[in-house]
C-alpha cells in the first residue's frame, strides 16, 4: 500500500504535516462561510448524510475505510426519524426556492 493510499499528499507525493491540512481545512471554511469544525468531524457528518440519502450500510463502510460495520453504523452514523428527514426536505425545499430568487 502506498503512503498515499492511506494519508491525504502534496501535488509531489509527500505527506502533508497535519497542522498545514488542518490550516487549509480552516481557510477553505472560512472562504465558504461555513462554521469552523474539526477534520474528523467530516467523517461522521459524511456518514450521516449517506445514510440520510439510503446509501447500503456496507457501501458507506467502504467510503469511511471502516473494517467493521459496527463502527460505521453504532459509532459515526446518526440515522435521522422519519420527522427529522421530513424537516429537513422541507427545509431542503425552502433553501431552493430561495437560490432562485
Same mark, same amino acid.
Given at each position: 500500500? #502506498? ?12 505527506? /502533508? ?13 472560512? #472562504?465558504?462561510?461555513?462554521?469552523? /469544525? ?22 458507506? &463502510? #467502504? /467510503? ?6 459496527? &463502527?460505521? &453504523? ?28
Amino acid at each position: 500500500m #502506498r503512503t498515499s493510499d492511506l494519508a491525504p499528499t502534496t501535488r509531489t507525493g509527500t505527506p /502533508i504535516e497535519p497542522r498545514n491540512f488542518n490550516r487549509a481545512f480552516e481557510s477553505h471554511c472560512r #472562504r465558504a462561510g461555513v462554521p469552523r /469544525i474539526r477534520v474528523h468531524d467530516t467523517r461522521h457528518t459524511c456518514a450521516s448524510l449517506l445514510a440520510a440519502l439510503d446509501v447500503h450500510p456496507r457501501v458507506a &463502510m #467502504r /467510503i469511511l475505510r471502516h473494517s467493521q460495520i459496527s &463502527m460505521t &453504523m453504532d459509532v459515526y452514523t446518526q440515522i435521522p426519524s422519519p420527522e427529522t428527514r421530513k424537516a429537513l426536505d422541507r427545509l431542503n425545499r425552502s433553501l431552493d426556492r430561495s437560490s432562485d430568487m
